[in-house]
């Protein structure tokens, strides 16, 4: 194998990784800094339907893991899967979550 080839891949995979990474960021501060309405329709510009759909029903799992319903009631209620909402509930249960830290916010 060519190792220029490899380090050039690992150059770009790098750089592609930063971009992205500083586009989220972009994206956040976009989110925090703009009115409600005018993220409302950001996001729907943004995101398919579909998406808009996956992105609702994962905050809604994590809300509904919160409330105290168990994995198999949200999966049947909700028809999701139980693989996605074990995903929420590990991330829920991390320490210094961030899924926490945003449900304490909203509960003050």
């Known amino acids: 194998m060519d190792k220029s080839k490899t380090v050039n891949q690992t150059e770009f995979d790098y750089e592609n990784e ?12 976009i989110i925090a800094t703009a009115d409600e309405n005018l993220v409302y329709d950001f996001i729907g510009c943004l995101f398919t339907p579909a998406e808009l ?3 609702a029903n994962r905050w809604l799992l994590v809300k509904e893991i919160d409330k105290g319903t168990t994995q198999r009631e949200i999966a049947k209620k909700f028809r999701m899967s139980l693989c996605k909402i074990t995903r929420g509930s590990k991330e829920l ?10 449900l304490d916010l909203q509960n003050k």
């Open 18 to 29: 930063k971009i992205t990474q500083d586009t989220i960021k972009e994206l956040c501060k």
């Open 53 to 55: 759909k996956d992105i």
């Open 93 to 102: 249960n991390k320490p210094d979550s961030a899924f926490r830290k945003i």
